[in-house]
């Protein structure tokens, strides 16, 4: 994996290619470059393109060009979660001779979306653990963690200290699909693990997953990264924004000259009230203030609209 000196902060950016950007990623962007900046650290970026079926192509440069458009430079070389099958599969192994993990022949929803992250409405409900006991019938569809009784809590930077218990909530989760494809939640865990991320920062809708994760790296032996979840981006009606809707893509030319005020948006949606003259800047030196000013008491305590 990579090393950095322990001080560093690490933080990621981790776009899945099956759409452009849009402001909610935005705002998961910036949130997660400010706080890695703030004291000097580095900010990597991936993309998450394990599930092949919900790519779009042409998505995956779209998104590089619209983060550069806006000053977002990452450090390093951009990783792909699609060339990580040798990583992902000695971490699956090291499970399976701890016996963490069992094969299953449920059918379920879940198993076929599980290379994506999930958000709201797509997590399906609790795996009952039919198949926990050797029960697997005849084809392997998936590879299930068994979920511990125990709860999991951690200090997330913004919510406080989130508990989840796992066997009551997502139960036996899926990492990897029996046709050998790999799920997010392995492979969210190994991808951060060897880009020696130590800070997560996304939007809220991945902080019922990161007990998952959590469990994950316990099992594994990997350093648990610090949490930081933003509110969501909402539409005017406080409904969820959907992936439509406030695209951002240099690709639609849609991004060319709205780079400052977006970018102040973002800042004053994080709540980090930047003095009015800053609009007029350009947007590296939007970044530069927010990196130096960043106050993480500040963040708010709910999402909204962003005000543009
Ligand atoms: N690729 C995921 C998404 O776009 C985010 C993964 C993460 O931040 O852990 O929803």
């Known amino acids: 994996m990579a090393t950095f ?8 950016f981790a776009p899945s290619p099956t ?16 706080m890695a900046k703030q004291g000097g650290g580095r900010w990597v970026l991936r993309l998450d393109d394990l599930d092949r079926s919900r790519q779009v192509p042409g998505m995956a440069d779209d998104i590089l060009r619209t983060l550069e458009s806006f000053g977002l430079l990452w450090d390093g ?7 990580h099958q040798d990583d992902y599969q000695h971490f699956f ?6 016996g963490s993990i069992y094969p299953c022949s449920c059918s379920r929803k879940e198993i076929a979306r599980s290379a994506s992250a999930p958000h709201p409405g797509d997590e399906g409900v609790r795996y009952p653990g039919s198949c ?9 569809r998936s590879w299930r963690v068994r979920a511990p009784e125990a709860e999991i809590c951690f200090s997330d930077l913004r919510n406080g200290r989130y508990c989840q218990k796992l066997s009551a909530v997502s139960g036996d989760f899926v990492i990897r699909r029996g046709d050998g494809e790999f799920a997010y939640q392995l492979a969210v865990v190994v991808d951060d693990y060897l880009a020696g991320v130590n800070q997560v920062v996304r939007g809220d809708d991945l902080l019922s997953s990161t007990p998952r994760q959590i469990y994950l790296q316990k ?20 409904l969820k924004l959907s992936k439509r809707d406030h695209l951002i893509s240099s690709q639609l030319g849609n991004v060319v000259g709205r780079e400052r005020s ?14 009015a003259e800053l609009a007029e800047c350009p947007p590296a030196a939007i970044l530069e203030w927010g990196a130096t000013h960043f106050q993480l008491l500040h963040l708010p305590a709910h999402g909204g609209t962003l005000g543009i």
């Open 93 to 98: 192994e090291l499970l399976q001779q701890a």
């Open 19 to 34: 759409g452009a950007l849009h402001t909610g990623s935005l705002v998961a962007a910036v949130g997660s470059y400010l």
């Open 219 to 238: 099992l594994l032996g990997l350093p648990q990264p610090d949490y930081c979840h933003l509110p969501l981006v909402t539409g005017p009606d406080g």
């Open 77 to 83: 070389e951009v990783a792909f979660q699609s060339r």
């Open 132 to 140: 926990r006991d050797g029960k697997t019938g005849a084809a392997i």
């Open 5 to 12: 000196p322990d001080h560093l902060v690490v933080g990621r």
């Open 262 to 275: 977006l970018l102040f948006a973002v800042l004053h949606f994080l709540g980090q009230n930047p003095p």
